[in-house]
């Protein structure tokens, strides 16, 4: 049983934390975490905090999914996106786990099931020509109504 994903970037900052179990110190319980999985990429850590049945290598390949999955949905992730569409984040998440059990670990039908939530942000068309800033020449005849970040 997963306890605990949590995701920080390079210098200690959480972007994401996520626990399924509270554990109370005056009750014994068999089910204390007792194994972490990471994995490090760019600028973020992947952290999962486990029981021991769970396999480190199925945590592993977990933590890949999430990942590609994250990457598929806002085309080249970045922390900033993270950061701003949270939203999208933890919809990625429920999709596969949930009450700390892995329920998917499809690629495509994790992304399916959140693009069907409606929980997907798209960054602005000229964000990537321009520097993020967009000239008074691109709202000609444009529709206005951006409900990006």
């Known amino acids: 049983m997963i306890n605990a994903i949590l995701v920080f970037n390079n210098s200690g900052q ?5 626990f399924y179990t ?3 110190p005056t009750q014994p319980n068999n089910d204390t975490p007792s194994l972490l999985t990471y994995r490090h990429y760019a600028t973020l850590y992947f952290i999962l905090i486990s029981t021991s049945t769970e396999s480190p290598l199925a945590l592993l390949d977990l933590i890949q999914v999430f990942v590609e999955a994250l990457d598929s949905l806002f085309e080249n992730v970045c922390e900033l996106d993270l950061i701003f569409n949270f939203e999208t984040l933890h919809a990625v998440l429920g999709e596969m ?3 700390g059990v892995v329920v998917e670990t499809g690629l495509d039908k994790v992304v399916e099931g959140v693009r069907s939530q409606g929980r997907v942000a798209k960054r602005p068309v000229n964000e ?3 520097g993020g800033r967009i000239g008074v020449s691109a709202f000609r005849g444009a529709d206005l109504a951006w409900g990006g970040r």
């Open 97 to 99: 786990v949930v009450g």
């Open 128 to 130: 990537g020509r321009t």
């Open 22 to 24: 509270q554990l109370s």
């Open 14 to 18: 959480p972007r994401l934390t996520k």
